[in-house]
């Protein structure tokens, strides 16, 4: 008989559980719950950080915490994308972002928007918080980050 395998894409890549039969399927898939997704997300994000010093005259962090001063144009998905990019451990509940974005003059439709984001991969929701994905995580490095860079 055949192996038999499924293939989960996630935000931040794909989880393969195979097995001999459906049963052995089935069993696998009853280990993929939110607190081992949300760990493997949280170890690949860490696999990605860098030291905050890419963020300088970009975002501010004081006690508070982060807030945008970068005077450039930014999108609602690159100023949400870059708050959670300063956010601890990259996650934060909507009061927080809303919060954050306000301090920053951010007006953003902040529920439109992460859902938007979460279609596209950059975002997931395993709680109450908001969490970049490692595809969000390298969209805010690779593109909105360089881009910032590149018009000081």
């Not at 999108?75 to 300063?86: D, K, N, Q, T």
């Amino acid at each position: 008989m055949p192996r038999l395998r499924v293939t989960i894409e996630t935000g931040y890549g794909a989880i393969e559980v195979s097995g001999e039969s459906p049963e052995e399927v089935l069993e696998g898939l009853g280990w993929l719950t939110s607190e081992y997704l949300s760990r493997v997300n949280e170890i690949a994000s860490e696999a990605t950080a860098d030291d905050g010093n890419s963020l300088r005259g970009i975002i501010r962090i004081d006690d508070e915490g982060p807030t945008i001063v970068s005077r450039e144009d930014l999108s609602h998905y690159e100023a949400i994308g870059l708050v959670l990019y300063a956010m601890e451990n990259r996650e934060a509940t909507s009061k927080e972002l809303r919060e954050r974005l306000a301090s920053s003059g951010k007006k953003v439709a902040l529920a439109a928007r992460l859902h938007e984001m979460r279609r596209r991969g950059q975002v997931f929701k395993p709680d109450s918080r908001h969490k970049l994905t490692a595809n969000g995580v390298k969209w805010i490095e690779e593109d909105v980050l360089r881009r910032l860079r590149d018009t000081d």
